[in-house]
């Protein structure tokens, strides 16, 4: 790639902004948010420079998993609004330059969606083949023990049905049979009655699930996987300026061309978790907090930017709905809270890929934190207790854990002012604020030329404007040091220096030869350095990045 190519495709210079629509505006004074509360909001969107919104799913839905449980693809649910509701949001983000990827979540539906009441109902129903279904074990059991991600049994009864219905989640979320033509058909058509509409893309939910093998117990990245996203692309993409980014637990630097490889005709690119698991726990995952370790973590970031440098392309993110908030996880959420979000913000979006903004990092918004049973609302966190208990774990083991990694710590809503309920909402919200929002919010982060946000602009206005941040090669440097992150990237005769101190010490930094601090400062957290004898001193959270 050199500097006068320009047709690289438009999601390569963007940066995407995800928005958990429950929690971003409520308009009606439900304690819900809404799409005209998005609509509302999008001027700040526009000015923070974003291409496109990544919009979990607005679906009708009992919301059992908040979304991730469509009872009618082509419906919107009701407090959220209407089908007239999304046109106009697709209209007016586009007004402004920004497209609507749309969450496609087609590896369950809910248990209220008319296939699945239908498939249930009867065994003649055409729909009856497009779930999983199971005969009892011999001893009337379920046909295996394999169990669901959200806690219990993965397979369940029907009565009704007469067989057991697999429920890879959880019994509200009936996976979908893959293996059914029909079935394929109507999620092709469903996709493109949304692109007639205007969306600009797909997120795609748990997508390394749908080629599963049940019987071989084959879940993640199963045989057909690949000739289905194939299939998809022919019957939906091909032809069209949209972009598709598949959710992956499972795929690793080896398979991720597999899926976004440019000979392949199946996705632009993966979100993929291996940096965020190289903080779990190897047996307990992530409800047992684990000590910081940078080093892995850049292992994982810097494996995957190699892995995909020339072909296939990186999903850059720290955090989403499903992750606690960045600040408190990667950084730090007390005293040097703007700084460690401003660092971190810094070390991710000056490497190659497509950056991911989730609702309220923009200002630094820390995780949120609960006391009591009562204040929880996830699905994930609620199934986890029940489990944790029955094996005898403290209610404090299991809120630490809850605390750092659960669902909701990044679900709360969006701290927008220091009016009452951080100006989200009128009423009462449907999760509890958090208390922080007098302080930190976007009204006055806005206003604060070193604010988290301004930091942000200039970041995301550098990739779109420059390609040497969109499209420079990377090169990884002094990978074991264990506070520091440096990277350059080069493009024709350009260089981008980039160093982040990632901890809360002053810390002593030997430049590599490759680093060039001396140039054009592009972004910092704290101030410009001169090189001094070879040795940088690097403030607290202070990250550097230099071009010339
Ligand atoms: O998440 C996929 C998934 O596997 C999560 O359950 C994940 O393992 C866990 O939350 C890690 O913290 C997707 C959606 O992003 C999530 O919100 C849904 O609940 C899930 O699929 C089911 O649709």
Redesign the pocket.
Known sequence: MTETETNVPWWQTATGYQIWPRSFQDTDGDGIGDLAGIVARLDHLADLGVGFVWL?PVYASPQR??G??ISDYRAIAPEYGTLDDMDRLIAEARARGIGIVMDL?V??TSDRHAWFRAARASRGAPERDWYVWRDAGPDGGPPTDLRA??GGPAWTWSEEAGQYYLGY?SPF?PDLNWQSPALRQQIWEMMNWWFARGIAGFRM??ISLIGKDVDAGTFEEGPDLHRFLREMHRQTLRGRDVVTIG?S?SVSRDTARLYCGADREELDMVFQFNHIKAGWDDTHG?WKPRPRDLAALKDELFGWQEALADDGWNALFLS????PRQVSKYGDDGIWRLRSARCLATAIHLMKGTPFVYQGEEIGMPNTRVAALEQLRD??TLGHWDEERARGTSWDAFLAGANE?G?DTSRTPVHWSDAPNAGFSTGTPWIGVNPDYPRINVARDRADPDGVFAHYQRLIAARSGRRLVSHGRFRGLARDHPRVVAYIRELDQERLSVVANLSGEVTEFDVPDALAIAGEPLSWSVRPRDRIDGRLVLEPWEAIAVAR
Do not use: I
């Open positions: 979990s998993d908040m991730y449980d979540v590896n369950h991600c959200f989640f979320q939910d748990v959710e637990w992530k989403n709905h499903d992750l699905l994930e990694n669902r």
